[in-house]
């Protein structure tokens, strides 16, 4: 099955600085990446994601960047803000196997 | 995301048998039962799709899902294990995953605690 890589697990930031998480996969048949947000005691948020047939997304401060030769996407946070904290999760999903595949996870500490 | 609701949201077991419930008021036709352990992504357990259980991960046999309807789930547990301490979240989305895009919403979670 699909395996999703995510580096760093831990990342901390000064407060206004950019944060960037990567991932990568294994299954070329992948084609939805989406990333999600969890705060301590909540359920994981989705916070952008993007299709096999995009290279770039962006929603405001958050930007997804993807690479399907090299098979690799990424999250980059501009311009952090505390409340940006948080365990984020990238993951992948092909088509046909009805199963959406997670990374170990970014530990994210914005510092003021 | 109150629109997926789930009971208890805590609960204490020693070796008891219990039900997680779940109610989803998204109009969506999956839904799944994902385990999350600390400082861990969750783990698919099952996934139905229109009632019909179609994913079943390596899960021991004492969690029995069951799908009343394609609004509801729930998540029998019977003689739990201290490995089974955990959140467990259900989920739904429009359609099942698979590169269909289709968004994964969490509900708030059951925390189990095993002593």
């Known amino acids: 099955g699909e395996q999703v890589e995510q580096l760093p697990s831990i990342l901390r930031v000064q407060e206004g600085s950019s944060a960037s998480i990567n991932c990568s996969y294994e299954d070329s048949a992948s084609n939805y990446f989406p990333w999600y947000k969890q705060e301590p005691g909540e359920n994981p948020k989705l916070i952008i994601d993007?299709?096999?047939?995009?290279e770039r997304k962006q929603i405001q401060e958050l930007i997804v960047l993807l690479d399907k030769k090299a098979k690799r996407f990424s999250l980059h946070i501009t311009d952090t803000q505390p409340g940006d904290s948080a365990m984020y999760f990238c993951?992948?999903?092909?088509?046909?196997?009805?199963?959406?595949?997670f990374g170990q996870g970014t530990v994210l500490s914005v510092i003021p | 995301n109150t629109k997926i609701t789930q009971s208890p949201r805590y609960l204490i077991l020693g070796r008891a048998n219990k039900s997680l419930e779940c109610e989803q008021h998204?109009?969506?036709?999956?839904m799944y039962w994902y385990k999350q352990s600390a400082e861990k992504p969750p783990e698919l357990m099952f996934l139905y799709n229109l009632k019909q259980l179609i994913r079943n991960e390596t899960v021991p046999s004492r969690f029995i899902p069951e799908c009343p309807d394609s609004s509801k789930l729930l998540l029998h547990i019977s003689a739990v294990d201290p490995e089974d301490s955990a959140v467990y979240f259900c989920?739904?989305?429009?359609?099942?995953?698979?590169?269909?895009?289709?968004?994964?919403?969490f509900g708030e979670g059951s925390r189990l605690i095993v002593v």
């Open positions: 989920a739904s989305s429009q359609g099942p995953q698979g590169g269909s895009g289709n968004t994964l919403y």
């Open positions: 998204l109009g969506h036709n999956a």
């Open positions: 993951a992948a999903s092909a088509g046909g196997n009805n199963k959406l595949t």
């Open positions: 993007i299709r096999s047939n995009m």
